[in-house]
């Protein structure tokens, strides 16, 4: 079954306290990013990976890193999450050509307190 | 930088009533896609369009692409308790995957 697996569901942390989210697809995809999503404001994209080390910014990447060390891998860490980082996360992967169907992980509710 | 607005933004009906909802983007799509999102999942594609003027159907939904491609509609038929969720417009190009704000449908029974 076509997947996107992301870890943990949920996530209580303090400020300051580094984190990672997984993301894991067994697509064999190259394409592998990152978004956030508020209310009000929709799916915002936080990175990008075309393919194994290759990362680059998406619209809103202050306070996160990435690293796509295995193809199937994409991490997004904070390194010392902040409050206004408390969102709910999506992983996605896709095939890099147009009109293809972008997969989600069931994504990472994180609250920073 | 593209733009994609989405109306009403909000919208709660009855089982059993139509309803539209709409897709607007400040320039042309490359590739129109239609995602649903249910409560604590992740987006899930619904139909991809790419010619201007196209329509599509997907059992009680209904997809149209304006010929200019600049705009979509998504129609529901006699609309269920499991259409319930948020309907996310998008443009698909490669690398590039932009998102409306949605529509966020609420049916009840």
């Known amino acids: 079954e076509a997947q996107v697996t992301q870890n943990p569901r949920y996530l209580i942390t303090v400020t300051g306290k580094k984190l990672t989210v997984t993301c894991s697809q067994n697509?064999?995809?190259?394409?592998m990013s990152w978004y956030r999503q508020d209310p009000g404001l929709g799916l915002r994209q936080i990175y990008y990976?075309?393919?194994?080390?290759?990362?680059d910014k998406g619209d809103v990447p202050e306070g996160y890193k990435v690293s796509r060390k295995e193809k199937r891998n994409f991490p997004l860490i904070l390194e010392s999450p902040s409050p206004n980082q408390t969102s709910l996360y999506f992983c996605?992967?896709?095939?890099?050509?147009?009109?293809?169907?972008?997969?989600f992980g069931q994504g990472t509710r994180l609250t920073v307190v | 930088t593209q733009l994609l607005e989405q109306s009403p933004q909000f919208l709660s009906i009855q089982e059993g009533e139509n309803l539209t909802v709409y897709c607007n983007s400040s320039?042309?799509?490359?590739?129109l896609q239609w995602y649903r999102q249910e409560p604590g999942e992740g987006p899930v594609l619904l139909v991809t369009v790419v010619t201007g003027g196209e329509v599509k159907k997907l059992k009680r939904l209904t997809f149209q692409f304006g010929d200019a491609r600049k705009d979509s509609s998504l129609h529901i038929t006699a609309a269920q308790t499991g259409d319930t969720g948020l309907y996310l417009c998008a443009d698909q190009a490669g690398t590039a995957l932009i998102f409306g704000k949605g529509t966020t449908l609420s049916v009840s029974s």
């Open positions: 697509m064999n995809h190259e394409y």
């Open positions: 990976s075309m393919n194994v080390e290759v990362t």
């Open positions: 320039s042309v799509f490359s590739s």
């Open positions: 996605a992967s896709w095939e890099i050509m147009s009109s293809t169907e972008a997969f």
